[in-house]
């Protein structure tokens, strides 16, 4: 069969198996289409299917077809990324900072050292889970960071499925979220600084500050239609400088959102964009990461590794939170629905350890044992949320 031929039938499974799985056994009470594809993922990976099927796994998955998919998924999650940058508004967070401030930083700063903690449980344990490009303070911060991070933009895919994504709560859920999204691209950044290349990422982000003030300029004086292509245009000019300087196309991606302005936009046209990108190209992007998944550590050592992280991050983040409550008087039950939504790591986890994998900072099996803590944790925040929600009256 022709390549063409061979991608056209990945893509039938890419988007066909887990629209099947998620619709015939309804599994979105607790597993949303989202993390549906990325276990679809990785079952299509090497770990699963290319241990079982070699062969078929070897056709159909060829180099050209993955090359191909690869293409896809950078510009799928690039997008993603972009969006989720628009999406912040750091002027809410600011009216309402000595809240936000707190809550974000015992909600981030307490399962980071749990993380941390569990790392250096992992290196004491046993080699083979820190990549040969990393230190061991880039690879204890980042597994520290990987415990910590929220998914913004499944946060509010969950929120809006339990009907209190416009409701007071749900809106300081938000806040909490988007100040540690930007913490997350920071720390990636500090992560990724190369003292080799050092002088290149200055010039970058000196350049960028400059251009960012032009572009800023260009984009207020333009149609909303003109905004979407000029800021594409911006997107792939700012993954590209990054990449080059070392601090990775995903960090551009992400800078290149957040300097715009979410009012420049309808707010019901970038849903739907999101939405169209979640449908139309990530799926590829979850494919390909579960391409990356290995077992070679040993099948049990992952699933150990993966339920230590859990422990750590979900014991944490509860932690942190509940913390935090006391310090700021919640109410009674506040703690533990902001903590439990503050579970969700799908997609910009995933995005986080890629980076990592990419930079050879950890290793593939620290990487499948991770996004796996990333499933497990996005899995259990409906389950825990939804009852306490009823008990206060809602849904």
Known sequence: MSTTELFLIAMVIILGVPYLVWRVFRTDYWAPLV?????????LGPGVLGKVFPE????????PVIGALNGIAWWAVMAFVWIAGIELDPREVWRQRRECGTTA??????????????????????DGWMGPEAQTWQFVAGIGMACAVTALPILILLMNKLGMLREPLGQRVLRYASLDDLAIWAVLAILLLDWKRVGHQAAFLA????ASWGFRRLMARVTEDDRYYIGLVWLAACGYGADWCGLHFMVGAF????????????????????DNVLLVVMPVFFLSTGLRTNWNV??????????????????GKLAGVGLAGKLLGWQRGDAWIIGWLLQTKALIMIIFVNVLLDKHMIT??????LLLMAVASTMLTVPFVAPRLKLRGHG
């Open 35 to 43: 993390v549906v594809q990325i276990l679809t993922g990785i079952l």
């Open 56 to 63: 078929y796994y070897s056709t159909v998955f060829a180099p």
């Open 105 to 126: 930083a015992l909600a981030l700063g307490v399962p980071m050292l749990a993380g941390c903690a569990a790392a250096f449980g992992l290196l004491a344990w046993r």
């Open 207 to 210: 350049v960028f500050a400059v």
């Open 255 to 274: 800078l290149a959102g957040a300097v715009m302005e979410r009012d420049w936009f309808t707010l019901s046209r970038l849903d739907q964009l999101r």
């Open 298 to 315: 040993g099948g049990a050592a992952v699933f150990v590794a993966a339920g230590i992280l859990l422990v750590a991050s979900v014991l």
């Open 364 to 369: 593939s099996e620290t990487f499948t044992a």
